[in-house]
């Protein structure tokens, strides 16, 4: 039998290897666990692999409670080849100590882990292991892995990636910030975004083409006027010199929406480019309070005054 994409099983690629939280966010996605699974050393790589068209479909940290968005995948979403979010995925997270079983915290001098994980258990390590020193890895799960192989004495990882790599748990539940939480994106090739639900989100990226006072106030105000939210803002050098910046936007509701679409319009006409990044639900489920005059049926009775007056029918 010849396998076809009909028939083969959906390919996910993610920041590998096995045993990272990114992992454990893929595997609360619908049909995950009898998807085919690509783990893969980077971000970019991850992309990359679903750009070429070797993965269906994706899934990368993007931002986390306690420090802020990833830069890499904004980075990597704002300018590379473009892709689509389709779904996304809040994972609480708490790290644990893992080294090779024996080991104990007198014993420990160097602590890997990935660069977005230190800085979530800064404290702790200053209080528990005061004299070791922190060493950088790909993941969390490379980390465990660089300990069982005996490069660095400890890692901070979820506590399920200590059975995978043959480790020892020496503490649990490390964190400086208690209920932190990170947020993992869901990515296809560009496609049709999914149908709204009430409880969505929409990712865009503006670019601004000339620099001047007031030129953020006017992106801000195409939202503002027409009572939508934005959860993220973050500012990003474009590579094209000093002062060039792009702007990665979160904000509530779905393209289809009047408010929404209408809001993007107003973006395209002032903005040097803008990037649709995705329309899809919201994992918290939260749905936005829409202010009066805001409501789809008030652009459709407004656009239809306007026509009476055109048409001379007021």
């Not at 020193?133 to 506590?159: I, K, M, P």
């Not at 709204?196 to 990226?205: L, M």
């Not at 702007?247 to 929404?260: I, K, N, P, S, Y």
Request: glycine share 8%; with cysteine.
């Amino acid at each position: 039998m010849f396998v076809t994409a009909e028939t083969r099983p959906e390919r996910y690629a993610y920041l590998g290897p096995r045993g990272t939280f990114t992992e454990a966010a893929l595997m609360s996605l619908p049909g995950a666990a009898e998807a085919e699974q690509l783990p893969l050393a980077t971000v970019p790589a991850v992309l990359d692999a679903l750009r070429r068209g070797e993965a269906d479909s994706a899934v990368v940290a993007l931002e986390n409670s306690v420090e802020g968005s990833v830069p890499t995948t904004l980075d990597e979403l704002a300018t590379g080849e473009p892709l689509h979010i389709v779904a996304e995925v809040h994972l609480p997270v708490s790290f644990a100590l893992l080294v090779r079983p024996g080991t104990a915290l007198a014993d420990i001098k160097t602590v890997a882990s990935h660069p977005i994980a230190q800085p979530q258990c800064r404290r702790w390590l200053a209080g528990n292991v005061p004299d070791a020193e922190w060493r950088a890895a790909t993941s969390n799960a490379e980390a465990a892995q660089h300990v069982a192989d005996g490069h660095y004495d400890a890692a901070l990882a979820g506590s399920f990636a200590a059975a995978r790599y043959g480790l020892a748990v020496l503490a649990e539940d490390i964190h400086d910030v208690a209920d932190a939480v990170t947020r993992f994106v869901q990515l296809r090739r560009p496609c049709a975004p999914p149908p709204a639900t009430g409880t969505d989100r929409t990712s865009v990226v503006a670019f601004i083409g000339e620099d001047h006072p007031g030129a953020l106030l006017e992106i801000l105000t195409e939202f503002s006027v027409r009572g939508i939210n934005l959860s993220l803002i973050q500012s990003r050098p474009t590579g094209a010199g000093l002062g060039s910046y792009l702007f990665w936007m979160d904000l509530e509701g779905h393209v289809d929406d009047a408010r929404v679409g209408e809001a993007l319009m107003g973006l395209r006409r002032i903005c040097a480019d803008v990037r649709f990044v995705g329309s899809y639900p919201r994992a918290d489920q939260v749905r936005p309070e829409i202010r009066r005059g805001t409501h789809d049926n008030d652009f459709t009775e407004a656009a239809a005054w306007l026509s009476t007056i055109r048409t001379g029918h007021a």
